[in-house]
């Protein structure tokens, strides 16, 4: 059971901007724990997108960026591209749980 | 680099056993925790277990406590998942993630379908 809960699908014509939303709650985001992004292309693993809510690893576009406040954190993509049809997960840490929760998914549609 | 391979995944009884393994190379596998997530056919991403990098500390979600068991040999760098009590539910693609010290997960395997029915 998911307790980040994000949209299930964001549409947008190449070249637009689109935002994921990632609502949690106070024993996780809104504890201070940091938020991470994962991109899951179509039949691959996970890969790590934004770490520590607004960071890109190395060779990540920076048409991607992550942002937190209060109990919730965004991923935003400019410049949509069609490669960036993916769904999207966000991570962190929950504390009533004791353990490590994903968000709920979110797939990205390139119109 | 990082390079993470699990086996051992197939078909499996309900209420029988399967031994997950993932041999990590391209880093300094003693260094580092590591997870296992799964992510159960067309649905999102799940944490199952965590393994300290000494192997004497673990966590587990709710949904496996008292039936998985992770652990790790560091002198092989090989982390496992002893799956017991198998259950339709825990049919799912099984990732070995590293953890990054800081609570991300920055590498995945390739993952190991385990399918579980009769």
């Known amino acids: 059971q998911s307790v980040l809960t994000q949209p299930p699908s964001v549409s947008g014509a190449p070249g637009q901007r689109v935002t994921i939303s990632c609502t949690g709650s106070?024993?996780?985001?809104?504890?201070?724990?940091?938020v991470h992004w994962y991109q899951q292309l179509p039949g691959t693993a996970p890969k790590l997108l934004i770490f520590g809510n607004s960071n890109r690893p190395s060779g990540v576009p920076d048409r991607f960026s992550g942002s937190k406040s209060g109990t919730s954190a965004s991923l935003a993509i400019t410049g949509l591209q069609a490669d960036d049809e993916a769904d999207y997960y966000c991570q962190s840490y929950d504390s009533s749980l004791s353990g490590y929760v994903f968000g709920t998914g979110t797939k990205v549609t390139v119109l | 680099e990082v390079q993470l391979v699990e086996s051992g995944g197939g078909l499996g009884q309900p209420g029988g056993s399967l031994r997950l393994s993932c041999a990590a190379s391209?880093?300094?596998?003693?260094?580092?925790?590591m997870h296992w997530v799964r992510q159960a056919p067309g649905k999102g991403l799940v944490w199952v277990s965590r393994i300290n990098s000494d192997g004497t500390s673990t966590n587990y979600a709710d949904s496996v406590k008292g039936r998985f068991t992770i652990s790790r040999d560091n002198a092989k760098n090989t982390l496992y998942l002893q799956m017991n009590s198998l259950r339709a539910e825990d049919t799912a693609v099984f990732y070995c993630?590293?953890?990054?010290?800081?609570?991300?997960?920055?590498?995945w395997g390739q993952g190991t379908l385990v399918t579980v029915s009769s």
């Open positions: 391209g880093f300094t596998f003693r260094r580092y925790w």
């Open positions: 106070s024993s996780n985001i809104g504890a201070g724990y940091d």
């Open positions: 993630v590293r953890d990054s010290t800081t609570g991300y997960f920055d590498s």
